[in-house]
């Protein structure tokens, strides 16, 4: 158990579907993440939300729409996704700025 | 000039070897260095956490830092078979764990 959970950890989706990511995290921590990682690139930060406000969003296409409920809970909504957005979808969250990230196991995503 | 650069491997030594992982970078505001270990079908988790230069040594683990040369190394003594995995180098700047600038990763096997 890391501490932070994802749901699903596999989705297939059509580039017509909408489907959307969950992350729990039941550390008490005040800030969470969307990370994407693809075969032989860095992680890339997608969304940051600090005590439920977006604080970051790294130019990511509107086809990803975060949404942030509460200090614990975070999603992420797809639509209209296209084959090159399949990969890992990785959320973390910390108990501020100034600490290390925690890691949920992430999500699988495949769009054919 | 990538941000940070981190050989992908992957890397293949026998059980019990001395190995060293290395990451260079070019932004020089970076203070806070962190290596990550991630195990397939995972999320990464932090393996080690320091700021600024010098080592700090975690069981058979020692993280190294030289900001003259903008070279971090992770060193594993008696490297195990459950060492295998992805390691992960990950960076900031000023007192913020974000944004977090990730190496590649490099692939570790340990073979018995």
């Known amino acids: 158990e890391t501490g932070v959970t994802q749901t699903p950890r596999h989705l297939v989706m059509g580039m017509t579907n909408k489907k959307s990511l969950k992350c729990e995290q039941h550390?008490?921590?005040?800030?969470m993440y969307w990370y994407k990682q693809s075969a032989k690139k860095p992680l890339e930060l997608m969304f940051v939300?600090?005590?439920?406000?977006?604080?970051e969003n790294n130019s990511v296409p509107s086809r990803f729409s975060p949404e942030c409920p509460n200090s614990s809970h975070l999603f992420l909504h797809l639509h209209t996704l296209q084959p090159e957005d399949s990969a890992l979808y990785l959320c973390?969250?910390?108990?501020?700025?100034?600490?290390?990230?925690?890691f949920g196991n992430g999500t699988r995503l495949t769009v054919t | 000039q990538k941000e940070v650069e981190q050989d992908p491997g992957p890397l293949s030594v026998p059980e019990g070897a001395i190995v060293s992982l290395n990451c260079t970078y070019s932004?020089?505001?970076?203070?806070?260095f962190m290596w990550y270990r991630q195990y397939s079908r995972k999320g990464p988790e932090l393996l080690m956490y320091?700021?600024?230069?010098g080592n700090k040594e975690d069981g058979r683990f020692t993280a190294q830092v030289d900001k003259s040369s903008k070279y971090i190394s992770l060193f594993i003594r008696d490297s195990q078979p459950s060492d295998s995995a992805t390691y992960l180098c990950?960076?900031?700047?000023?007192?913020?764990?974000?944004?977090?600038?990730f190496g590649k990763g490099t692939r570790l096997s340990v073979i018995a």
């Open positions: 973390a969250s910390s108990q501020d700025s100034d600490s290390p990230l925690h």
């Open positions: 550390l008490g921590h005040n800030a």
């Open positions: 939300y600090s005590l439920e406000e977006r604080v």
């Open positions: 932004n020089s505001a970076f203070q806070y």
């Open positions: 320091t700021y600024s230069s």
């Open positions: 990950a960076m900031a700047g000023n007192s913020g764990n974000t944004p977090l600038v």
